[in-house]
T-cell receptor, first 112, second 117 residues
Framework: QKEVEQDPGPLSVPEGAIVSLNCTYS??????FMWYRQYSRKGPELLMY????GNKEDGRFTAQVDKSSKYISLFIRDSQPSDSATYLC????????????FGTGTRLQVTL | GAVVSQHPSRVICKSGTSVKIECRSL??????MFWYRQFPKQSLMLMAT?????????EQGVEKDKFLINHASLTLSTLTVTSAHPEDSSFYIC?????????????FGPGTRLTVT
């Protein structure tokens, strides 16, 4: 079993839809949770960063962490074609120098 | 925001030669940098953790003599793929951990596509 599980997709939604992306993990030591966006042949770009459980909102993006269920989510409201990319969840332990464990990534396609 | 650059962005080399990839943090100092590789449609796999002024820590299964890492300053880390083979063809991405305030934010470079013929 992988430490971090993420549905690879692809996920296709119409423009304006609400998108829900999810990851589950098995290691309860993870404390920091991140979402990255990666366009084709580019490096990942940090979207959201959350410590421990709770919600965090930034514009059209909302990140949720439920540590009791070992489940994290990223919601994208009013999705745009420019949101079409691969979304990677990543997480790290407390007190480490940010050695990240990544999910496999979910490919998202927002259609006109 | 913090910017990380990589050079070159893509390189083609012949089997048996060595290739050096540079990773630079442009507007911040990074005591720790990371090297990942990514195969098509797969996630990033950590290869090694590079700390300024000390030897890199390699992940299990990564050959330290094949993938030489040097972190000579707080803004530069290099990865040298020695005696490259076609199976080393991949997308190599570096990242740097922001030093300010103990933040765990990690910033990635744009990646280097290596093709070994």
């Amino acid at each position: 079993q992988k430490e971090v599980e993420q549905d690879p997709g692809p996920l296709s939604v119409p423009e304006g839809a609400i998108v829900s992306l999810n990851c589950t993990y098995s290691n309860s030591a993870f404390q920091y949770f991140m979402w990255y966006r990666q366009y084709s042949r580019k490096g990942p770009e940090l979207l959201m960063y959350t410590y421990s459980s709770g919600n965090k909102e930034d514009g059209r993006f909302t990140a949720q962490v439920d540590k009791s269920s070992k489940y994290i989510s990223l919601f994208i409201r009013d999705s745009q074609p420019s949101d079409s990319a691969t979304y990677l969840c990543a997480m790290t332990h407390t007190g480490t120098a940010s050695k990240l464990t990544f999910g496999t990534g979910t490919r998202l396609q927002v259609t006109l | 925001g913090a910017v990380v650059s990589q050079h070159p962005s893509r390189v083609i080399c012949k089997s048996g030669t060595s290739v050096k990839i540079e990773c630079r943090s442009l507007d911040f100092q990074a005591t720790t940098m990371f090297w990942y590789r990514q195969f098509p449609k797969q996630s990033l796999m950590l290869m090694a953790t590079s700390n300024e002024g000390s030897k890199a820590t390699y992940e299990q299964g990564v050959e330290k003599d094949k993938f030489l890492i040097n972190h000579a300053s707080l803004t530069l880390s290099t990865l040298t793929v020695t005696s490259a083979h076609p199976e080393d063809s991949s997308f190599y991405i570096c990242s740097a951990n922001s030093r300010a305030g103990g933040s765990y934010e990690q910033y990635f470079g744009p990646g280097t596509r290596l093709t070994v013929t």
